[in-house]
């Protein structure tokens, strides 16, 4: 009886986790779980219905939301934002798959096929429940809890006086170099609807906050080496926290790792 309980739980459980913080109708998501417990309780054979549509509808949410963006996720480190979209988007797709599993189970019995059962159990259902467990334990899925108070957002403002707003930023408080910054928090940090931000970045640069933000990261931590720092302090001191978000973004936009670069630059004699 506890098996069916559990179930219920952990599409709501990743909905909530993906969503990174409480909201007032949070309470709701309490339905799923009451619903499978009163069919449970009263009429058992629902459960092949509720359990397969909590995780289709769940996994839905989840692929919807991803589809607005690497920014859509306000509440995750901006360092590591387009790894954190991709890993929710396998989280949503193992979820739909898991209720794939069910509905073909129930299929496999109708049709007399009973001994596939344990097959697609192992195949379908373990398997999706095992790479969502493993993928929620990515340090890449961390929200960041700000204690800074709200600012009320200023509305009304058009995208070229927020773009010159975000570069006046940039340059003078140089928000890129703390590791924990998120949309949210640099949202309220300049006094624009997080939606707003980003869509005015994506219009001005042609990519995301995410990469907006690691490119000032990288051409500070370039500049650093530069100086003489070594590779590990100018990633530390620049924004990153992790030497994989640092060499995966450092490759992207140089086109080389960090230290193939820095060979290059003494042989040139520039440094």
């Known amino acids: 009886m506890v098996q069916p309980l559990v179930a219920s739980l952990i599409p ?13 109708a949070d309470f709701l998501n309490a339905l799923g779980p009451l619903t499978a417990t009163a069919a ?23 692929l919807l939301s991803v589809k607005e963006g690497a920014d859509a996720h306000h509440d995750a480190p901006l360092a590591s934002s387009d790894l954190t979209a991709r890993i929710w988007i396998i989280i949503g797709a193992a979820l739909i798959a898991s209720a794939f599993s069910d509905v073909l189970i129930v299929a496999t019995e109708v049709a007399g096929y009973s001994e596939i059962r344990p097959w697609i159990i192992s195949v379908f259902s373990a398997g999706n429940l095992l790479i969502i467990g493993a993928l929620c334990l ?31 930023f940039m340059e003078t ?12 928090r640099l949202s309220r940090k300049l006094g624009v609807p997080a939606k707003s931000l ?24 370039q500049k650093a080496m530069l100086d003489g720092e070594s590779v590990t302090n100018a990633m530390l001191t620049r ?21 193939v670069w820095l060979h290059k630059i003494k042989q040139s004699g520039q440094i």
């Open 239 to 259: 924004g990153f926290n992790t030497k994989s978000n640092f060499n995966r973004e450092f490759l992207r936009i140089v086109g080389m790792n960090p230290s």
């Open 198 to 221: 980003s869509a005015t970045i994506n219009l001005a640069t042609g990519e995301n906050v995410s990469r907006f933000i690691n490119k000032a990261r990288i051409a500070a931590a």
């Open 173 to 184: 408080q140089k928000p890129y170099l703390d590791p924990d910054l998120t949309l949210s």
């Open 40 to 62: 449970l309780l009263v009429a058992p054979q629902f459960l092949d219905v509720i359990l397969p549509g909590l995780f289709a509808i769940y996994g839905g949410l989840i």
């Open 138 to 168: 990515s340090p890449h899925l961390q929200t960041v809890v700000d204690d800074e108070p709200d600012e009320a957002p200023i509305s009304q403002v058009t995208d070229p006086k927020i773009w010159g707003r975000v570069q006046t």
């Open 12 to 24: 709501a459980a990743a909905w909530i986790a993906y969503r990174g913080r409480a909201f007032r």
